[in-house]
């Protein structure tokens, strides 16, 4: 694992990210990769690549590959933690804070901010206590808030799904998407490093933040 950990980071954390987290290519930090199901299907996509996207690592021996894929598969695994709260309490924290109107668990919600539905497989609990304390923290590589005024004065707030020259795409927080000519507006203002999410230092009490990270770290989906 440390010898893969070594040809990630020179071969593939220019796409990945260094520690997986995206970029260029795909997150590979989480437990489930669409394209790699198990062991030797990850290793099939490392040394075959996926077209046109992905290039195939020709330069890397049978040992080397297995060592990558070892370590990707690494990534996804959230070391345990001892647990202070308790899930039940936990979703009724969730539920009184407010958090559907921005998240998705379990297919209810609105999706403006990630989805939590297997946040417990994707990030451990001290990772989401620092989150639900100070949001802007561990915000993702390409995560940008925008602010625009149109030409009617009309104020929309949201998260960039997508951008080119002209154009610009939005989603807003309850879940609406929308796309701007970029010369219609009035004003486009990017907002780099801010995020919608407040933080909930001082707005929950220490019980009641150890429940609500109880609760979402035992979210795991359906396996």
């Not at 996207?53 to 598969?73: G, K």
């Not at 996804?76 to 924290?93: F, H, I, K, S, Y």
């Not at 999410?197 to 770290?217: H, I, K, N, R, W």
Request: aromatic residues 6%; neutral net charge.
């Amino acid at each position: 694992m440390a010898d893969g950990k070594q040809t990630f980071e020179r071969h593939c954390a220019v796409c990945h990210g260094i520690d997986g987290g995206g970029g260029r290519g795909p997150r590979l930090n989480r437990p489930h990769l669409s394209h790699a199901p198990d062991d030797a299907a990850l290793r099939t996509v490392i040394s075959e690549g996926l077209q046109p996207t992905m290039p195939d690592a020709w330069f890397l021996n049978d040992q080397e590959v297995a060592n990558v894929a070892a370590y990707v598969r690494s990534l996804g695994t959230v070391p345990a933690e001892p647990l202070r709260g308790n899930p039940a309490r936990g979703a009724t924290v969730y539920a009184k804070s407010a958090c559907a109107t921005c998240h998705i668990l379990a297919g209810e919600g609105i999706g403006f901010g990630p989805d939590l539905t297997q946040v417990g497989e994707r990030r451990s609990p001290s990772h989401i206590r620092k989150v639900v304390l100070n949001p802007a923290s561990a915000l993702p590589e390409n995560f940008l808030l925008v602010k625009i005024v149109t030409s009617s004065d009309k104020i929309v707030l949201g998260i960039r799904l997508n951008e080119d020259t002209f154009t610009i795409q939005l989603k807003d927080a309850t879940g609406r998407n929308y796309s701007f000519r970029k010369h219609d507006l009035k004003e486009l203002q990017k907002l780099p490093g801010e995020t919608p999410m407040p933080s909930y230092q001082g707005v929950l009490s220490e019980g009641d933040l150890d429940d609500l990270v109880a609760f979402l770290a035992a979210s795991r989906g359906s396996s």
